[in-house]
Nanobody, 115 residues
């Protein structure tokens, strides 16, 4: 069984920064990607950033230049450094793990950008 534990969400003022972390544990024998999605109230879940096992990254246009995804393969952990946060970044952020031939999801962590 695979578990994803997210941390790092919270309330931040516009222009501020947050760092999200997601640690995967359990029986993981083949990871092909880890990433972050987000869902704002009344909107569909959308990809924020993803990183493959080989280190290739992909970002949503709305976060390019502000967010950086990274991972620690030894710890099965993925990070999302979020800078220059905007009110429109407010959402529940979900960790995603592509491994063992399927997708796994965390429970989500709330990020609120407000003054």
């Amino acid at each position: 069984q695979v578990q994803l534990v997210e941390s790092g969400g919270g309330l931040v003022q516009p222009g501020g920064s947050l760092r999200l972390s997601c640690a995967a544990s359990g029986t993981i024998f083949s990871i092909y990607a880890m990433g972050w999605y987000r869902q704002a109230p009344g909107k569909q879940r959308e990809l924020v950033a993803a990183i493959t096992d080989g280190g290739s990254t992909n970002y949503a246009d709305s976060v390019k230049g502000r967010f950086t995804i990274s991972r620690d393969n030894a710890k099965n952990t993925v990070y999302l450094q979020m800078n220059s946060l905007k009110p429109e970044d407010t959402a529940v952020y979900y960790c995603n793990l592509g491994a063992n031939g399927r997708d796994y999801w965390g429970k989500g962590t709330l990020v609120t950008v407000s003054s």
